[in-house]
Nanobody, 122 residues
């Protein structure tokens, strides 16, 4: 089993920045895929960014503004969010795979955090 604990959400003005953290514990590996998803009200959960073995993926809507990174010593994945927009408002979820490789859809992830709210005011 893997436990994921997110932190770092909050309220920020448009154009501001936030950094989300996801601390992983349990049976995990620094090579396994990790991802950040988000879900806004009335919307489906969508992949924002993913990382595995140094390879990253970003949704077009966040490319150039968000950066996913990983601290293998601390077993923590980060999502640095800059130039935030009101449409980035959502609950952000950290997710982990039980294998190496990027995951692009929810079903490719085995473990999920509880979610953290990000609200961007205009």
């Amino acid at each position: 089993q893997v436990q994921l604990v997110e932190s770092g959400g909050g309220l920020v003005q448009a154009g501001g920045s936030l950094r989300l953290s996801c601390a992983a514990s349990g049976r995990t590996s620094s090579s396994y895929g990790m991802g950040w998803f988000r879900q806004a009200p009335r919307n489906k959960r969508e992949l924002v960014a993913a990382i595995s073995s140094g390879i990253t993926y970003y949704a077009d809507s966040v490319k150039g503004r968000f950066t996913i990174s990983r601290d293998n010593v601390e077993n923590t994945v980060y999502l640095q969010m800059n130039s935030l927009k009101p449409e980035d408002t959502a609950v952000y979820y950290c997710a982990a795979r039980g294998r190496i490789g990027l995951g692009y859809i929810e079903s490719q992830y085995d473990y999920w955090g509880q979610g953290t709210q990000v609200t961007v005011s205009s």
